[in-house]
C-alpha cells in the first residue's frame, strides 16, 4: 500500500444540501436538474468510502481508495462540498504498521497470506 506520509483522508458523505445547486452554470451544467443529477450519481457511487487525499485543485480533491478487491486502488475528482475530512481508516494504519520478521517467516512456514 502506498500512503503518503502526511496523507489527509476524507468521507464522501455526498450531502447534497450543501451543494451549490444554484451556481450550476459555473460547474458546466445547462440546467439545476443535471448538476443535481450528475452530483447524485457520484454520492451513489463513492458514499460512505473514506479516500485518500493525493491532489485538490478549484474546489475539488482527487480521492485514492484503498478498499477495493484486488489491491488495485481506485481514484476520483470529487467536489469538497461533498466530503468530510476524517481519520485514516483503520484498515489502512493496521497495514502500515511494520512486520515481525519472524511473525513473517513463521506465517509464510505455515502458508498464511502476509
Known amino acids: 500500500m502506498n500512503i503518503q506520509e502526511n496523507a489527509e483522508f476524507y468521507l464522501v458523505e455526498a450531502d447534497y444540501d450543501k451543494a451549490p445547486i444554484k451556481q450550476y452554470r459555473e460547474h458546466g451544467y445547462d440546467s439545476k436538474w443535471d448538476f443535481f443529477m450528475a452530483l447524485r450519481n457520484v454520492g451513489e457511487r463513492w ?6 487525499c493525493i491532489e485538490e485543485r478549484h474546489g475539488f480533491r482527487k480521492l485514492r481508495f484503498h478498499d477495493t478487491p484486488g489491491g488495485k486502488p481506485d481514484e476520483e475528482w470529487i467536489a469538497d ?3 468530510v475530512r476524517t481519520e485514516m481508516p483503520e484498515y489502512i494504519r493496521e497495514a502500515l504498521k511494520p512486520v515481525d520478521p519472524v511473525e513473517q517467516e513463521l506465517d ?7
Open 81 to 83: 462540498f461533498l466530503l
Open 108 to 114: 509464510e512456514a505455515f502458508g498464511f497470506d502476509t
Open 47 to 52: 458514499r460512505g468510502r473514506v479516500g485518500e
